[in-house]
């Protein structure tokens, strides 16, 4: 399965973004249990963001975005959303998802996925 961020853009502090993860060559649920989201700013390492699991549709995310991002999964457009509200400067990063084909406990380490994505460019700034 490949996989393909987008819906990155310039927005001002305080706005709102949806970012969308599409699966192409097979759907989400035939070769993943669960789809994270990551993000990395420039000369910082790649941190985590956000979680859903398709089995048990639980959801996990970093303390830095909780309550200002939310993430969402559409089966029949075979598409992980992720939206952002409120966004600060520090949210500006290339963001990335992730599928994992495993149920793991550590969901928010980066090696515990198995498909990446290339990642969509997000630019708070006023």
């Known amino acids: 399965v490949q996989l393909q961020a987008s819906g990155g853009g310039l927005v001002q502090p305080g706005g709102s973004l949806r970012l969308s993860c599409a699966a192409s060559g097979g759907t989400f649920t035939t070769y993943a249990v669960a789809v994270g989201w990551f993000r990395q700013a420039p000369g910082k390492e790649r941190e985590f963001v956000a979680y859903i699991n398709f089995d048990n549709k639980n959801t996990r995310y970093s303390d830095s975005v909780k309550g200002r991002f939310t993430v969402s999964g559409d089966n029949a457009k075979n598409t992980v959303f992720l939206q952002m509200n409120n966004l600060k400067h520090e949210d500006t990063a290339v963001y990335h998802c992730?599928?994992?084909?495993?149920?793991?406990?550590?969901?928010?380490?980066?090696?515990?996925?198995?498909?990446w994505g290339q990642g969509t460019q997000v630019t708070v700034s006023s």
């Open positions: 992730a599928a994992s084909q495993q149920n793991r406990y550590t969901y928010y380490r980066a090696d515990s996925y198995d498909f």
